[in-house]
């Protein structure tokens, strides 16, 4: 029924708008949220919060005092494995739920519809894809982590109107506002890991952390350095969480003065003289990586761009020109009539401050 169907949508955005309570901690688990209905009335609702903590229909089923009779709507279909917490499908056929509306199959291979043929087994009424599109927005490095073993990967860049990333020099501080600084922080906090190149580390000695006003499990740290050139006093070795360098370099000397410093190096396979960057990727996601911020120089972004590993890029235009002799966004060879050049499909354009943030995908 129509008046149904709107309600169904109603309770699930609400539940989408639980699961992104846990934008900034789940890794590496999915965001979820649920919502217990009963009689039209919320008894009960929760979110996962962090991984080794209860999930969202057990915390909705701790809300609620009785929830024998009732609607869950859940933005991932109930697990059915065990796993650090026991089956959530368990839990809710247990307390008597007699219909649970999921936003989305879960694509982990332990679940993958399983968790909803056992709640139909049980006699729960069970119906999926209400605001699907929306909650797999909300898992996009999770989706992609189980379905193709690879992690979402995003480009962070700033720019001049003119194009320009830095003057001739490097000078680059700063392009853009405090406001679009402070939504890149957003980005990050939400990311599973940050990516740059040794080149960036070297000019800039970034902390690659997150600072905003919420609680936050720290991205993991990646720096991809073929020949293991990081100074083992660099910022980031004396932060908490962990600093992964990557590298194709047999020099064990340096890998184990760089590992005294604190960082993890591991050694992967080359392309050219430089790390492959499919390695890298499958690398990530072997680390249970969900999703990438990829915050680089033109160089790292021209060979990602190359081979189209990027899944969104994420630009912000500042009002102002850097002149012709400042450094550009990629560094891509070859490009040299207009049927070469790269095109990009424009999903989203909104302003940050005085910047415009675009956001992009290769076409």
């Known amino acids: 029924m129509i008046r149904s169907a709107q309600q169904d949508a109603m309770y699930m955005a609400r539940a989408i708008g639980l699961a992104k309570k846990g934008l900034y901690t789940t890794d590496p688990n999915p965001r979820v949220g649920c919502v217990l209905v009963k009689d039209n009335v919320v008894i009960g609702e929760g979110w996962h919060a962090k991984a080794g903590q209860g999930h969202a229909e057990v915390k909705a089923l701790k809300a609620a005092s009785d929830a024998r009779g009732s609607t869950a709507y859940v933005t991932l279909e109930p697990c059915s494995h065990h796993g650090r917490t026991p089956p959530c499908c368990d839990a809710l056929i247990k307390a008597g739920v007699s219909r649970v509306v999921a936003a989305m199959q879960d694509p982990n291979p332990l679940v993958a519809g399983r968790g909803l043929e056992r709640l139909k087994a049980a006699g729960i009424e069970v119906s999926c894809g209400v605001l699907e599109q929306d909650a797999q927005a909300l898992n996009r490095g999770f989706i992609k982590r189980m379905t193709e073993n690879r992690p979402f990967v995003r480009s962070k860049l700033a720019m001049s109107l003119d194009g320009r990333t830095a003057m001739a020099s490097g000078e680059s501080k700063w392009i853009t506002s405090a406001e679009a600084r402070s939504d ?35 991205p993991v740290r990646v720096i991809l350095d073929s020949q293991l050139k990081m100074p083992a006093a660099a910022r980031m070795a004396s932060l908490s ?5 990557l ?59 190359a081979e189209n590993l990027v899944d969104e ?43 415009l943030k675009l956001t992009l995908t290769s076409q």
């Open 184 to 218: 890149v922080h957003k980005l990050r906090a939400q990311s599973s890991a940050i990516l740059t190149g040794i080149s960036t580390v070297l000019a800039d000695d970034p902390a690659l952390n997150a600072r905003v006003d919420a609680e936050v499990v720290q």
């Open 241 to 245: 969480g962990r600093s992964l360098i």
């Open 247 to 305: 590298t194709c370099s047999q020099d064990e000397q340096r890998r184990q003065a760089l590992q005294q410093a604190g960082f993890e190096v591991y050694g992967l396979a080359e392309n050219k003289g430089r790390l492959d960057l499919n390695a890298v990727l499958d690398f990530l996601a072997g680390q249970q990586i969900n999703e990438v911020l990829v915050e680089a120089g033109a160089v790292l972004n021209g060979a990602l761009l």
């Open 313 to 355: 890029w994420i630009v912000y235009m500042a009002p102002c020109v850097l002149g012709d002799q400042g450094r550009g966004l990629f560094t891509v060879p070859g490009l040299q009539q207009m049927s070469d050049k790269k095109n990009f499909h424009l999903h989203d354009v909104r302003q940050i401050g005085p910047d």
